[in-house]
Each structure stands twice: as C-alpha cells, then as structure tokens.
C-alpha cells in the first residue's frame, strides 16, 4: 500500500507544546495577548478559548479561569460563568457557521479520555451532516476548511456584539 503524506506545518506547534511546563489554560487565561492564545472572550471567572487542534471548524472550549480538575467543586459563581459562555458560544456559532447541531460535553479524568485532566474544560463542537467522511475512517485524517486565524476575528467580532 501507498504510504501518503499530508503537508501540516501548523502540527508543529502541538508536538511542541507537549513540553512546556504548566497548564496551557491557566497560561491563556493570565495572558495579556488574549489574540495569540485564541481567547475569544474572558470575564472573571471563566473564559472562551478555541481549540487550535479541533475537532470540526469553531471547536470551542470553556474554561474556569482558575487551575481546578473537580466538577463538583466549581463554585456558583464559576459555574453560572461557565454556563453562560457556553450559551452565548452557542449563539455566535450559530451566526457565524450556521451548524446543524452540537456536541457539547466535559471530560473529567484521564479514564474519561481528558487530554488535560488537571483543568476541568467544556468541549463546544459545532456539527453538520456529513462532516464525518472517508477522510478520518479511511485515512485517519480530519480535514479543517477554515484558517484559525480568520475564524478567530469573526468569532471575536461576534461575541463583542453582545
């Protein structure tokens, strides 16, 4: 069989970051270039950052802004936060791309399938029929049509509209 190769230079980036130190969450959360780490929107205490290895196009997560594991011990506060930037995610993804529907979930431990188990997150994935097709069955490969860049500012843009 015919070994194919596929260009992603952007892959890069995901080896690397294997190996730099701390929570790449509380990371984005603290920064001050909220642009460079894909921080769409940030209150107090939680924020909206993109998946910049994503699933499907406008992989979004939520995230407590401070470093917690444990569902169960989100405060209120932290919790209504939480809940409500995914309800306004869910509002800007439907103008900007106008999916069909959702996955929306929390895996919590590394059993559950947590890639970062020490931060709790909420996964947002925006879905449409017949966006799983022979690319990932047959050649485990995920295609993403948009730049993260360019659906970063229309995000952002979006979510500044209120």
Not at 70 to 89: A, D, H, P, V
Request: with cysteine.
């Amino acid at each position: 069989m015919k070994k194919e190769i596929i260009w992603a230079p952007w892959r890069m980036g995901y080896i690397l970051e294997f190996k730099k130190e701390g929570c790449f969450l509380c990371s984005a959360f603290k920064s001050k270039n909220l642009g460079k780490n894909y921080v769409i929107e940030k209150n107090k205490n939680a924020f909206v950052i993109m998946n910049i290895f994503p699933y499907n196009n406008g992989h979004l997560m939520v995230a407590p802004g401070r470093h917690i594991a444990e569902f169960e011990r989100l405060t209120e506060e932290e919790f209504l936060s939480i809940n409500l930037l995914i309800k306004k995610s869910i509002i800007v993804l439907k103008n900007v791309l106008k999916p069909e529907g959702f996955n929306i979930g929390v895996n919590i431990g590394k059993v559950s399938g947590a890639g970062v188990e020490f931060h709790i997150h909420f996964h947002i994935v925006p879905r449409w029929t017949g966006d799983t097709n022979f690319m990932p069955v047959i050649s485990n490969t995920k295609v993403i049509p948009q730049a993260l860049d360019d659906l970063y500012k229309k995000l952002k843009s979006e979510f500044k509209k209120g």
